[in-house]
């Protein structure tokens, strides 16, 4: 069956090495897209006519903030903090992909019967896997958000805006802000990865092994659909995890509730889909990209693994040979005494 091939293959932490090397990869090919979102979801939207009093500058749309901030910072502003954002992936994806591993070969092992597990289960999975690797990488995502959202003057390295962090008024609990909506957020890989499970066994049953232009196929489809469903929560934990808006004076949200009734008093309720496209394009291409490299991993680690049993076998064939002809000559070497 689909859903059980990925079962015994390789250990936990060969899935969690495969999924976070596809997931590096596929971020750092789009991080200018991140960088993009993340400054469009944290602008506070301006009325017609209105002139601003800060400095900060304002997007219209994602082609007018890749030019803007090209133009302020060099083509290098479009890769602010991507240090911090490609560790946060790879500890993220490390734990989810472990995690998700274990808790999906457990259900197996605990089935009578085996059979593939339903969306409610592959949900649920991808859930508990998501939750422990929130509380674990949190930290990261939270730095990570105050970089991109730097000004040049204010840039500071991974090491300091964490100290900054650390020294506002939350004191270390800050590097766990948007903690919650983190963790309802959980239902966002539960969703692409579950997709991804039921459209593969729906669109390719019983095939093991795809294809990379049909990972990327899946794996685009499930993202789009986790992106829809979860965008609102998205844009309030990006909210939570930068600086407060000027409007606020320097007064950080307290919860994602919070930083949603914001936006809906001053920009209206669809301002909580606000920088939706380059999140739906970097999802598009994050999640394509990750799983058709994650399946090339997977199968060169199950290879690898293959050919270190054969070279184990056969040194163990070995040593068992010697020690068979070495015990031989000792009994032939035994001197035959008379009385």
């Given at each position: 069956m689909a859903a059980q091939s990925k079962v015994a293959p390789l250990p936990p932490w060969g899935f969690a090495v495969a999924g976070s090397t596809g997931a590096v990869l596929a971020n750092a090919l789009v991080y200018p897209l991140d960088i993009v979102k993340t400054r469009l979801q944290v602008q506070v939207k301006r009325k017609p006519g209105e002139s601003s009093e800060h400095?900060?500058?304002?997007?219209?749309?994602?082609?007018?903030?890749?030019?803007?901030?090209?133009?302020e910072d060099g083509i290098k502003g479009l890769y602010a903090g991507m240090s911090g954002a490609l560790l946060g992936v790879a500890s993220t994806n490390f734990a989810y992909f472990y995690w998700y591993s274990v808790v999906r070969e457990l259900y197996f092992k605990s089935q009578k019967v085996p059979a593939p597990p339903s969306t409610a289960v592959e949900l649920v999975l991808g859930a508990v896997a998501g939750a422990v690797a929130q509380l674990c990488t949190i930290p990261v995502a939270v730095v990570t958000t105050r970089q991109q959202t730097q000004s040049k003057a204010d840039r500071k390295g991974l090491i300091d805006t964490a100290r900054e962090v650390i020294h506002s008024e939350d004191g270390v609990f800050g590097l766990w802000r948007g903690l919650k909506a983190s963790l309802v957020l959980v239902v966002n890989p539960a969703i692409t990865y579950g997709a991804y499970e039921r459209l593969k066994g729906v669109m390719f049953p019983g095939k093991a092994r795809l294809t990379a232009a049909e990972?990327?196929?899946?794996?685009?489809?499930?993202?789009?659909?986790?992106?829809?469903a979860t965008q609102p929560l998205i844009v309030a934990k990006v909210g939570l995890q930068s600086k407060p808006p000027p409007q606020r004076q320097g007064k950080p949200f307290k919860g994602f509730i919070e930083v949603m009734q914001f936006i809906v008093k001053h920009e209206g309720l669809m301002s909580l889909f606000k920088g939706i496209g380059p999140q739906i394009v970097k999802g598009l291409l994050v999640q394509?990209?990750?799983?058709?490299?994650?399946?090339?991993?997977?199968?060169?680690?199950?290879?690898?693994?293959?050919?270190?049993?054969?070279?184990?076998?056969?040194?163990l064939a070995k040593a068992a040979a010697l020690a068979a002809a070495t015990a031989s000559k000792a009994k032939l070497a035994v001197p035959i005494t008379t009385k």
């Open positions: 400095t900060d500058p304002h997007y219209a749309s994602t082609w007018d903030a890749i030019t803007k901030i090209a133009a990972a990327f196929l899946l794996g685009a489809m499930s993202k789009s659909l986790a992106t829809i394509g990209l990750l799983m058709m490299t994650k399946e090339r991993m997977e199968l060169l680690f199950i290879l690898l693994f293959r050919y270190v049993r054969k070279l184990r076998s056969e040194q």
